[in-house]
C-alpha cells in the first residue's frame, strides 16, 4: 500500500504563486505516475499534472501549462506542484495522487490507484 501525504495551500491573490508538495510513503516501489488531479464546486474532475518516477516523463494539462511546474525528489519520495500566474478559475481543491501504471497520454483519466484527502487553494 502506498500512503500520499500534502502539504502546502492556502489562499492567494490573483497573479501570486503557491506550492504543493505530496510524500509517498510505504511501498513506493510500485508508482508508475504520480501527481495532481483538481475539483471545483460542480465542476468535473481534472488532472492537472503528472510526473514519472525518474522524473523524465511530465504531462500538464493545458489549462496550466506554461504556470504550473511539477518536480520530484527522488530521496524523500516527494513531488512538488510550483504555481505560479495563479488564476480564480484555479480555485479547486488539489488532491495528490500517484498510480501504478507509468505515465502515458491517458492520465487525465487514470482511475488513481491511490490518493490523498486534498488541499483547498483559493485564488481571488
Known amino acids: 500500500h502506498v500512503q500520499l501525504v500534502e502539504s502546502g495551500g492556502g489562499s492567494v491573490q ?4 503557491l506550492q504543493l508538495s505530496c510524500t509517498a510513503h510505504g511501498e513506493v516501489k510500485r ?16 488532472g492537472v499534472a503528472v510526473i514519472s518516477p525518474d522524473g523524465n516523463i511530465r504531462y500538464y494539462g493545458d489549462s496550466v501549462k506554461g504556470r504550473f511546474t511539477i518536480s520530484q525528489d527522488d530521496d524523500t519520495n516527494t513531488v512538488h506542484l510550483q504555481m ?12 495528490c495522487a500517484a498510480d501504478r501504471t507509468s505515465c ?10 491511490y490518493r490523498a484527502p486534498g ?6
Open 14 to 17: 490573483v497573479g501570486g504563486s
Open 84 to 95: 505560479t500566474t495563479l488564476r480564480p478559475e484555479d480555485t479547486a481543491i488539489y488532491s
Open 31 to 46: 508508482v508508475g505516475c504520480m501527481g495532481w488531479f483538481r475539483q471545483a464546486p460542480g465542476k468535473a474532475r481534472q
Open 119 to 124: 488541499t483547498q487553494v483559493t485564488v481571488s
Open 104 to 113: 502515458g497520454e491517458t492520465w487525465e483519466v487514470f482511475p488513481w490507484d
